[in-house]
């Protein structure tokens, strides 16, 4: 019941935000590019709930993840206020919010992911570190192809602002980079929580 | 069957040590050679060290030989250079040297196939998870492969940015890569469940249809 409730709550706090940030976002065309992903993914988490539960983390992560890419979209990630701030305190020479998604995606993601496999798939022991890390870096990678291919169809003054790329020829590598220190991190924790004697592997769960 | 099987490994090897050691003897670029040599290095040691405890089909090392070979030639011309390259530049004028392409585009098509058996063999996969996570290892691996060429580029001649060697000057070259290694992954499992797709045996089941 309790988590019936958290669940609920989590969905009802999506769909306010996000409800909120398609009222007048930056622009709307890319801000409809960046929701189509997110909202199928809601989408099919709402609708496959029946079927396939996730652990209560894995469901809060998600979330903050999407919380995330909401605001992202609202403001073309490249002129996210809050990212602006950090190249001000930092000292950087380009607005981070997108590069600090990525890394989100990593770290916040591969725990689900590496539900997903654990439960559907049987995956066990060393594997079960390393092929949720492998799955978000070719998601990563999945996404860089698709980007490209978006940006090169749609209109290129568009497809600039939807790629985010800023200029930077490395771009693509520093967004899988970030994705793939995020997951490891991640991972790191959970193995280390594991040692420590907590349950993991999402077996006395659901 | 044993004594077979070992024959084709030692035959295996010693192909490729002699590939090697002709790429060795005056490769277009050492420092690139040593680069690239580190990997293939690392992962002929490791399936030598292991073939006792987890031995894989005999296709899969001629699979894997296959993809070593490739790129110990690209490597040997520094891949933008490799006159099999160029020869296909000049029969369909493509603009470039497609051969590191096409490379990218064996490593998913040619090292699905052992992934899936080392998965088959080590995890106990159930149904279509078997034919996704090879696909989604290979460009994982693809993935860490552009990351790892882009720290090479920018420790090594940071002041030729993209034009350095493997990109050939193209800002999308990273994703193209990547997708060449995900159509030949995408190839592989379609291949493999074309020839594992269930076939009715007419003649068997009409020997034992009950009448």
């Known amino acids: ?206 | 069957m044993v004594t077979h099987n070992k024959r084709l490994l030692a035959g295996l090897l010693l192909w490729y040590v002699v590939l090697s050691l002709w790429t060795a003897y005056e490769p277009a670029d050492r420092q690139f050679w040593m680069l690239s040599s580190i990997l293939p290095g690392l992962l002929v040691l490791v399936l030598v060290g292991t073939h006792r405890y987890l031995p894989l089909s005999p296709a899969s090392y001629v699979l894997i030989t296959m993809f070593l070979s490739l790129h110990t030639i690209g490597v040997r011309y520094t891949y933008a250079g490799v006159p099999a390259g160029a020869w296909l530049e000049y029969a369909v004028p493509l603009g470039r040297n497609e051969y590191d392409r096409i490379v990218h585009f064996c490593f998913g098509f040619l090292l699905t196939y052992p992934i899936e058996e080392l998965f088959r063999l080590t995890v106990p996969l159930r149904g279509w998870l078997l034919y996704y996570l090879p696909v989604m290892t290979v460009l994982g691996l693809s993935g860490l492969w552009e990351i790892i060429e882009s720290w090479v580029a920018r420790m090594v001649h940071p002041e030729l940015g993209i034009t350095y060697l493997g990109s050939q000057g193209d800002v999308w070259d990273a994703q193209k890569d990547m997708a060449a290694a995900l159509y030949g992954a995408l190839l592989c499992v379609g291949l493999l469940l074309l020839y594992r797709r269930p076939r009715p045996r007419f003649s068997r089941s009409v020997a034992h249809s009950p009448r």
């Open chain 1, 1 to 206: 019941m309790k988590r019936t409730k958290l669940l609920l709550g989590l969905l009802a706090w999506y769909g306010l935000l996000w409800t909120v940030l398609a009222i007048a976002p930056r622009d709307r065309q890319d801000w409809l590019l960046e929701n189509l992903l997110a909202l199928a993914a809601v989408v099919t988490l709402v609708a496959t709930y029946r079927r396939f539960q996730f652990s209560t983390p894995s469901y809060l992560l998600m979330t903050v993840f999407l919380s995330l890419h909401a605001v992202g979209a609202h403001y073309t990630y490249a002129e996210v206020p809050f990212g602006f701030w950090l190249q001000e305190v930092f000292g950087l020479s380009r607005n981070p919010f997108d590069r600090l998604v990525h890394f989100a995606y990593g770290l916040l993601l591969v725990y689900p992911l590496r539900e997903i496999l654990i439960r559907l798939a049987g995956v066990r022991g060393l594997w079960s570190y390393y092929l949720p890390v492998s799955g978000m870096l070719a998601q990563s990678g999945f996404f860089e192809i698709v980007e490209a291919v978006v940006a090169q169809i749609v209109s290129p003054e568009l497809g600039a602002a939807y790629l985010g790329t800023q200029g930077d020829e490395w771009d693509a590598q520093k967004d899988m980079i970030a994705a793939l220190t995020g997951a490891c991190l991640c991972m790191a924790l959970v193995m280390l929580s594991a040692r420590a004697g907590w349950n993991g592997d999402f077996r006395s769960k659901v």
